[in-house]
């Protein structure tokens, strides 16, 4: 897997990349060196992957109503509503080396967070902010949930053709669009399973 350098990303590193619109749908590739276009990928927008209400019937599908279970290997969240139904989310999901599995319960809830990138993510890019105010550049997108005490959070994001890929540090993202959709519902103290 291909570790990837997106712009919202640079530009929260403080390198001098200016967001254009014939940027915004592109990301650094590190490995090849060079700036790769993304079919449909702009700023913004809509997940590549339609939401939809679907029967579920996989891990957890007997857990309570409001209960959230991520299937990483899928690149899906399913949002249970009860009677064998869920809400389904496309998602991107932490790369390779960056996976996690485990349960916890929302542990808070923010609309347009701030960022601080954690110590292990600052000593792997060393000119990354200590703090990135939220807005629509920061790269926790327009809203966040917290995943118990771990470093991870479900958030939004302003990269929509990431969605459905193996990208991120171990958070799980949404489109901005979804990731409102679901802030709505979720409650503080809402169950997640995150699965491999």
């Known amino acids: 897997m291909r570790k990837f350098f997106t712009l919202a990303a640079s530009l929260a590193v403080g390198m001098t990349l200016v967001a254009t619109s014939a940027e915004a749908g592109r990301y650094y590739d590190m490995e090849a060196n060079k700036w790769v276009d993304v079919k449909g990928g702009a700023r913004g927008g809509k997940s590549p992957i ?25 690149r ?74 771990t470093i991870y959070r479900i958030h939004g994001s302003n990269e929509p053709w990431s969605i459905g890929q193996a990208v991120s540090s171990g958070c799980i993202r949404l489109s901005n669009e979804d990731v409102t959709h679901l802030y709505e519902r979720v409650k503080v103290g809402s169950r997640v399973h995150v699965i491999r």
């Open 50 to 74: 339609k939401r939809s209400t679907v029967k579920y019937d996989g891990p957890h599908s007997k857990a309570k109503a409001g209960t959230i279970i991520v299937n990483t290997k899928e």
């Open 76 to 149: 899906r969240l399913y949002y249970l509503l009860g009677d064998g139904k869920a809400l389904k989310y496309g998602v991107g999901v932490g790369r390779q080396g960056f996976q996690w599995a485990g349960t916890h319960r929302v542990s808070r809830k923010a609309e347009w967070p701030g960022w601080t990138p954690p110590p292990a993510m600052r000593k792997r890019v060393p000119n990354l902010p200590a703090y990135m105010e939220g807005g629509p550049n920061n790269p926790l997108g327009a809203r966040a949930m917290y995943i118990g005490s």
